[in-house]
């Protein structure tokens, strides 16, 4: 009876097997499995989901309070803090002084942590997990296994960059591009001996999880849809992580080939990146390489990087901000179009990180074109979202207020790419502190903001519970406020010519009365790790003790919210629910409830999509 | 004081606690769910909205009353005073950006804050409203790609014939540079060279090289005079950031990178126009070079060229007193 429900592929006998399960015996399934297949090494999607977002805040954590500590250290440099000791131990924080050694390695690790761990895994992993069979009507993803394999990969992968803290000669500590020379010679740095050898394993175990887990979410997204699902009627959510799967697809081998030529040029004595260096003493073998390879490899990579991690924050943002202003998602094809268009373009533009590498001023220009185009996509999104709002019935419940957040850093950060995508002016600003806040305010605070609108609004499909809801708006507002408070007063630092990566500003008296911006700069840092302990707290009081989920509590339309509060094993306990209509019928005229789910029949005569022409 | 912030952050944290429990129990007495969203959560949270957004631009007027002072001065270079036209022109049309945009964001969530018993409005999209905001982004932004890749031609554009070439050499952690003398040529070098009294391994079967000499404290420039960079790297990759002049170009092991541009104020006039009586131009680096990377830096001194030809003096060749092997050279 369920034949007809799915898609045509070969994994159509493995869904029937599924089905099969789960008709006759859900009600007990669970209980056959023992706590080892059901909480650690569990295929069910819903788990690994689970996996993926508690890692990825453990990693945040660490991430996190890295960055206070290098705060400390450009605020008061020289200053003796009893926390930096404590933290960094007597080798790292003598006297509470942080060793410059360290700082490197601490911005390098924290870059690592925050893009990959926390924004590319965490953020794809769990909502990606948690979302593509709920809500295209799926019972699990395509292929369990992998799927298991991806997180536990990623596990190794985050266990690997922690271990590479404690190592005798400190971290990778060459940047988070670990561009070569530098983190191919341990004579260079003393963090790009054992440090960068566990950054390099650990980067290609993190590569192996995202291609196990991209290629699963693409099958699945294409094969699994439930009776109905039409692309066309995918929730923007799905779209924003079916491209963002195809751009890691395509893009993270690259990374890998990148990674693999600087393993051979620092153990085998190859030289891909290496040439004509006199270093230590002495002069190296190695000829006829060029470190611009690296960065052309590595930005291949890079650039679209930035774009895994803020389409899926996007999507995120758009389903919340349909359902919470009680209104369709505005321009519902033009999104689709965008997202596609932005994965497109993301693939040409990687020379932008490249204009003063050396590399021939011909090739900036076709990259600043390519560049700037991005920004027209980006701004149909933005003024979407705005409209959206527009007439809405705005329900602030605290995943709407992160989602509203994210529109807003978005845009400040995105305008300010606009300056550096222009090569002219990139030549005064490459490598400042300009920098450091464009890409934190529009990558690093949006793609937050974004995952913890998730985690709010999916919390219940998450642990079948609330998030306390004062606590959820005290830790928004706290966030928010010290996200431009951190972020916005970089952009002066960087037009004042502050270089990124300094240990500290001392050594140039023209930086000398810029050391005030670098303390308020770190203030907000403090109060915004310190309201991070507000969300920790709800999140792991939630889990066990906040109060109980219905089925449907904000009155959505996708499917997810058609199972039951129940961790149920193939999601519906009968059969797949049949799709009729796009996601956002919300306060459609003449009904009386103001959302209609997917799964209601189309009335006579009732045109699909909201007017949309199919 | 540690233990005391230590203390402190406890008590806080304590406090917000108690507070949200305060709150939940007293809702749970009256008989509504602590988590649902209700009309006055959202006008309270519509109205912080519209005070955070003028707050937000408070901050962002603050800063810029409060920071002008202390960004780069005016551009030492003529093509700096280009770069910073083009940086204005841009900033603002940014700036207006970041101010409308967000204000139609933050107010949005200010006027159609959720009422009981109020629907929204189905409005699923507008072909008209999209086409203005895809047009009218993508004008501007063509715009602003002319008129930046125009910059950038004429930036980048190869140096007029005979314009004078300085070496700028990196290593871990200072620069040097190498002045090309009389014939403004650079005498060839190799890394295999290098040692401690050939610091930058330049090769003496080059007859070029014989008038080269070197300067590791100092690049002195005669003001009004293009110059063009020559960029080498002994060992890792670096960048020659030349802040005041806006200028910048990585500095990369194995091949040569070049920047070249025309200082247009000595810094004897950049101190009267800046009214700092201790500033100087400066080189520093600014890519991720390891442990010392924040202290790598050249001082730059411009001055009129009967100053620059008094210093050159000063400097004698690195071959001073050996004779070039000229016959071997003209072959």
């Known amino acids: ?614 | 004081m540690h233990y005391l912030i230590y203390f402190l952050l406890i008590l806080a944290a304590a406090a917000i606690w108690q507070l949200v429990r305060v709150v939940e129990l007293s809702s749970k007495l009256k008989g509504i769910d602590p988590n649902k969203v209700t009309e006055s959560d959202n006008r309270l949270q519509g109205r912080i909205m519209l005070v955070f957004y003028f707050a937000l631009m408070a901050f962002f007027v603050w800063q810029i009353m409060e920071y002008k002072d202390r960004l780069l001065p005016v551009s030492g270079s003529v093509h700096g005073a280009k770069i910073d036209w083009l940086m204005d022109i841009n900033l603002i049309i940014v700036s207006i950006v970041f101010v409308v945009t967000n204000f139609l964001l933050f107010y949005m969530g200010f006027k159609y804050y959720g009422r009981d018993g109020q629907r929204a409005t189905f409005v699923a999209h507008n072909n008209k409203l999209e086409m203005i905001w895809t047009g009218v982004p993508a004008v501007v932004l063509f715009v602003i790609i002319f008129l930046g890749i125009r910059l950038w031609n004429d930036t980048m554009s190869l140096p007029p014939k005979g314009t004078r070439m300085i070496e700028i050499y990196a290593q871990q952690f200072n620069f040097k540079a190498r002045y090309s003398g009389k014939d403004n040529v650079l005498g060839k070098s190799n890394y295999l060279l290098i040692n401690d009294n050939n610091e930058l391994g330049l090769d003496s079967t080059d007859a070029t090289g014989y008038d080269d000499f070197i300067s590791p404290d100092t690049i002195f420039l005669p003001v009004d005079e293009e110059v063009d960079f020559e960029m080498r790297s002994r060992d890792v990759i670096h960048s020659a950031y030349f802040p005041h002049f806006r200028a910048q170009m990585n500095v990369v092991p194995g091949m040569q990178t070049y920047f070249h541009f025309n200082p247009r104020y000595t810094t004897e006039k950049m101190r009267e126009l800046t009214g700092n009586k201790d500033f100087d131009y400066i080189l520093l680096c600014n890519k991720i070079c390891g442990v010392s990377h924040f202290n790598m830096q050249l001082k730059i001194v411009v001055g009129t060229r009967a100053e620059f030809d008094v210093w050159t003096k000063r400097h004698v060749p690195f071959y001073s007193g050996k004779t070039p092997p000229s016959a071997t050279a003209q072959n």
């Open chain 1, 1 to 614: 009876m369920t034949t007809d429900m799915h898609a045509h592929s070969e994994l159509h006998a493995q869904s029937l097997e599924h089905d099969a399960h789960v008709h006759h015996g859900h009600d007990d399934h669970d209980h056959h499995q023992s706590f080892v297949a059901k909480y650690v090494f569990s295929m069910d999607h819903k788990t690994i989901s689970r996996q993926f977002l508690i890692t990825a805040v453990i990693m945040a954590c660490v991430a996190m309070l890295m960055s206070i500590v290098f705060r400390l250290q450009l605020a008061w440099p020289g200053e003796k803090f009893a926390f930096i000791n404590a933290i960094m131990g007597d080798k790292w924080g003598k006297d509470g002084i942080l060793d410059p050694n360290a700082y490197m390695s601490l911005v390098t690790i924290h870059g690592t942590i925050m893009v990959f761990m926390v924004l590319t895994g965490g953020l794809s992993g769990t909502f990606a997990n948690l979302l593509i069979p709920y809500q295209i009507g799926a019972r699990d993803m395509a292929s369990g296994f992998l799927n298991m394999l991806s997180y536990w990969f990623f596990f190794l992968s985050s266990v690997t960059i922690i271990i590479s803290l404690f190592v005798t000669d400190g971290a990778a500590s060459g940047g988070w591009t670990v561009y070569p020379p530098l983190s191919a010679l341990p004579q260079a740095m003393p963090g790009s001996g054992t440090g960068m050898t566990l950054w390099l394993i650990a980067m290609s175990f993190f590569i192996i999880s995202s291609l196990l887990g991209g290629l699963n979410y693409i099958i699945t997204i294409i094969n699994m849809r439930t009776k109905g699902m039409k692309m066309t009627r995918m929730p923007l959510t799905i779209w924003a992580i079916f491209v963002t799967a195809i751009l890691g697809v395509l893009s993270f081998p690259v990374l890998f080939s990148c990674a693999l030529l600087l393993i051979f040029d620092r153990s085998f004595g190859t030289s891909f990146y290496l040439s004509d260096i006199f270093i230590g003493g002495h002069p190296l073998d190695q000829t006829g390489g060029s470190p611009i390879l690296f960065e052309h490899l590595f930005w291949f990579l890079g650039h679209p990087e930035v774009y895994i991690i803020i389409l899926p924050a996007l999507g995120l943002t758009s389903e919340i901000i349909s359902v919470n202003s009680r209104k369709p998602i505005f321009g519902y094809r033009a999104m689709i179009t965008s997202i596609l268009a932005i994965g497109f373009l993301s693939f040409i533009v990687w020379g932008h990180h490249m204009f003063l590498t050396g590399m021939n001023p011909f090739l900036g220009s076709v990259f600043v074109f390519t560049t700037l185009l991005i920004a027209i996509p980006s701004a149909v999104k933005a003024f979407n979202y705005i409209t959206t709002l527009w007439k809405g019935n705005i329900q602030f419940t605290p995943q709407m207020l992160f989602a509203c957040g994210l529109v807003s850093t978005f845009i400040s950060g995105g305008v300010t790419g606009i300056i550096l995508a222009d090569s002219a002016l990139d030549i005064n600003i490459h490598d400042t502190y300009f920098v450091v806040a464009h890409f934190h305010i529009v990558m690093g605070v949006s793609a937050i903001l974004g995952m913890l609108a998730g985690v709010y609004h999916w919390f219940p499909k998450l642990f079948l519970r609330h998030m306390n809801k004062t606590m959820g708006y005290l830790h928004f507002w706290i966030t928010f406020i010290c996200a431009y408070g951190v972020f916005f007063p970089m952009h002066f630092l960087g037009l004042a010519g502050v270089p990124r990566r300094y240990y500290q500003n001392t050594a140039f008296p023209m930086f000398d009365n810029l050391q005030d911006i670098n303390v308020l700069i770190t203030i907000f840092a403090i109060i915004a790790a310190c309201g991070q302990l507000i969300f920790l707290f709800n999140f792991f009081y939630s889990i066990f003790r906040g109060p109980k989920s219905v089925q449907n509590p904000y009155n959505s339309n996708t499917l997810e919210w058609t199972t039951p509060m129940a961790n149920t094993h193939g999601n519906w306990p009968g059969e797949l629910p049949e799709v009729h209509r796009w996601p956002y019928d919300y306060s459609r005229p003449g009904e009386e409830a103001d959302f209609i789910p997917q799964t209601v029949p189309l009335r006579e005569g009732e045109e699909d999509g909201g007017g949309h022409h199919a």
